[in-house]
Each structure stands twice: as structure tokens, then as C-alpha cells.
């Protein structure tokens, strides 16, 4: 026990470092946070002239679209710019301080997904606060399915934190052979927001769009957690909706593994 103690004990120092870090810029932290207020207001302007002359689109009532994209502008939240796991891998290959990284006595990936969770402690408080005031002044806005959906949508949220760590995680080792994270991150950016959900709810897209969306794992990140949090998933198909996340976890872990080792053989350092 205490030799797993001591392995876990480096990346919770990272963990620290990174919540620290991301507290010092305060108004970082609140420019973020008002945006994600305008960006809640015009979402529910929007929606509410869409259901104006209708009481369901695709199955969804008014009340369950809204409470859909509250739920999933809240988990892309907490995915922000600051917590991009590629930034932080493209800029230490740039500076060349990756060299001081394969010095030290951990994994290179786990170092960097222990930063990200530090980075977004703060934008999970954030989303938990904005999601409470919207729950007491927008009646559209509903809480969980069920106690259980409640507690599942929690556990789906951290598989779904985890698949898109690792997500990012692969976008940011292609710097060792591109040396630049900035197209990489936009390219990402805009895959995930389309077959996440977090734009829309993917039965909104077109069947073929769907079906890609169904052999690919970005649906894990937003779209399963919030359909889990309206009850639309329920009894065996919540336990099928978490082993689904926790295999894409495991494959996305082992495939990042794999490309690690490949491309640290061809890393070049620049600066000095």
C-alpha cells in the first residue's frame, strides 16, 4: 500500500501545482466564467424562438433541450482553453524543458493527464455554481432523472473527463512530428464539438453523421453523460453506457501508450 502511495505521490504534486497555477490568474478564471454566462443566455434565446411554434423536436420537449445544452456547454466547460493537455506537450517539445520531463522517475502521459485534472478542479466549481443559479431562475432547466441517474451522470462525466484527456493527450504527441500544436488543436476542437454533442444532440444530425458518431469515441464525452443526466438512458443500458466509456478509456490509454513510445525516438528539442 504504502509503495502505491509512493508511485501516485508524484502526480498528485502535479495535480497541486496545476490547481495553484490556474488560481493565480484571477481574471482568467472570471473572464471564463461570464462568457460561459453570455454564452448560456444566448443558447436559451435561441432555443426558446426554435420551440416557439413546436412542443417537440426529435423527441425532445423544451424543457429537456434546454436542460440538454445546459448540461453539455457545462461538461465542454470544463474542457477549457487553459486545460488543453496538447498545449501544454507542444510547448514543452518547443522549449526543449520535455528533455527535463524524461529525467524524472514518471510516466511522460499520466504527468500530463495529472495536470489537466489539477487545471480543471476550478472550472468544475465554476460549472457546478453556474448550473445551480440556472436551476433556480430558468423553470426549464431539470435535475436528474433519479437519484441513481444523478450518481451515474457523475461517474460518466469523470469516463467521459478521462476519454477526452486522452483525446487530447494523442493531438498534443503529434508535435513530435509537426512542432506546432495550433492546427492540431483547432482541427480537434471542431471533430469533438460536432460528435460530442455539444452543439446539438447527435440525433439532431443526419443519420449518416449519427452513424459515424456511433463507431467513434467523442460521443462518450458530452453526449452520454447528458442523456444520462434527462433518465433517457436507463436500467442495463446505464451499465452498457459506462463499460462503453470505460473501454474507449482503456483502447485511447494503450493506443496513446503505443504512439508515445514511437514518436519519443524521433523527439527534437529546440531552445536551450
Keep these: 500500500m504504502k509503495r502505491r502511495s509512493s508511485r501516485c505521490r508524484p502526480y498528485l504534486g502535479y495535480m497541486h501545482l496545476l490547481l ?9 478564471l472570471l473572464s471564463s466564467f461570464m462568457s460561459s454566462i453570455v454564452e448560456f443566455i444566448v443558447m436559451i434565446f435561441i432555443w426558446t424562438a426554435v420551440f416557439h411554434s413546436r412542443s417537440s423536436i426529435a423527441g425532445f420537449s423544451f424543457s429537456e433541450m434546454i436542460t440538454y445544452l445546459c448540461i453539455a456547454q ?10 488543453a493537455i496538447e498545449a501544454r506537450v507542444s510547448e514543452r517539445i518547443h522549449d526543449g524543458s520535455i528533455a527535463f520531463d524524461l529525467l524524472k522517475p514518471v510516466r511522460f502521459n499520466l504527468a500530463r493527464i495529472a495536470e489537466g485534472i489539477g487545471s480543471s478542479f476550478i472550472q468544475v466549481v465554476f460549472v457546478v455554481l453556474l448550473l445551480a443559479v440556472i436551476h433556480l431562475f430558468v423553470p426549464a432547466f431539470r435535475g ?8 451515474v451522470f457523475v461517474i460518466s462525466v469523470c469516463l467521459g473527463y478521462t476519454v477526452m484527456s486522452f483525446i487530447s493527450l494523442m493531438a498534443g504527441l503529434a508535435s513530435f512530428y509537426l512542432m506546432s500544436y495550433w492546427g492540431i488543436y483547432y482541427t480537434k476542437k471542431a471533430i469533438v464539438d460536432l460528435f460530442s454533442g455539444s452543439l446539438v444532440p447527435l440525433i439532431l444530425l443526419p443519420t449518416w453523421l449519427r452513424t459515424a458518431s456511433d463507431l467513434l469515441p467523442f460521443s462518450q464525452i458530452v453526449y452520454t453523460p447528458t442523456m444520462i443526466w434527462l433518465g433517457k438512458i436507463n436500467g442495463a443500458g446505464l451499465l452498457l453506457a459506462l463499460g462503453k466509456q470505460i473501454g474507449w478509456a482503456v483502447l485511447l490509454y494503450f493506443l496513446n501508450e503505443s504512439i508515445y513510445a514511437r514518436a519519443i525516438r524521433k523527439v527534437t528539442i529546440n531552445g536551450g
Design 20 to 28: 495553484i497555477d490556474s488560481m493565480v490568474y484571477k481574471m482568467n
Design 74 to 83: 457545462g461538461i465542454t466547460a470544463i474542457y477549457g482553453w487553459s486545460n
Design 144 to 151: 436528474p432523472g433519479s437519484w441513481t441517474h444523478g450518481i
